[in-house]
C-alpha cells in the first residue's frame, strides 16, 4: 500500500505539529501503522504504532503524554499529533503499514512512507 508522509517542519521547542501519513487503496483499514524517526547520526526507531481499527495503541516511553496517534479510516489517514515538541525530537520521520497485528517491531511493517523532516529548535 503507498503511504504519503507530510506536517514536518520547523517549530520552537514547546510547539506542537501534526504530521500524516496517508495511503491509496480501499484495504488500508485492515492495516496496522507505525510511525518511526530516525535522527541524524543514528538508527531508526519506534515512536508510535495503532491498529487497524485503533483499538490497540502503543508509544515509546519518551513520547508518551505528549505524542497522540489517531487514524480516520474513511480518509485512509493515520495522524500523528504530537505536542511540548523537544530538541530532542528531531528526526525524520516515517510512517510504515503492517497486514499484521500492530507492532513496535520495524521488520513487521512491510509498506514505508518516504519520511518527513521534523526540527525543534531550542
Known amino acids: 500500500v503507498p503511504l504519503q508522509a507530510s506536517g514536518g517542519g520547523l517549530v520552537q521547542a514547546g510547539g506542537s505539529l501534526r504530521l500524516s501519513c496517508a495511503a491509496s487503496?480501499?484495504?488500508?483499514?485492515?492495516?496496522?501503522v507505525g510511525w518511526f524517526r530516525q535522527a541524524p547520526g543514528k538508527e531508526r526507531d519506534f515512536v508510535a504504532a495503532?491498529?487497524?481499527?485503533?483499538?490497540?495503541?502503543a508509544y515509546v516511553d519518551s513520547v508518551k503524554g505528549r505524542f497522540t496517534i489517531s487514524r480516520d479510516n474513511a480518509e485512509n489517514t493515520v495522524y500523528l499529533h504530537m505536542n511540548s515538541l523537544k530538541p530532542e525530537d528531531t528526526a525524520v520521520y516515517y510512517c510504515?503499514?503492517?497486514?499484521?497485528?500492530?507492532?513496535?517491531?520495524?521488520?513487521?511493517?512491510?509498506?514505508w512512507g518516504q519520511g518527513t523532516l521534523v526540527t525543534v529548535s531550542s
Open positions: 510504515a503499514a503492517s497486514i499484521a497485528s500492530m507492532s513496535t517491531m520495524e521488520g513487521s511493517y512491510g509498506f
Open positions: 487503496g480501499r484495504t488500508f483499514s485492515r492495516y496496522a
Open positions: 495503532i491498529g487497524w481499527n485503533g483499538g490497540r495503541i
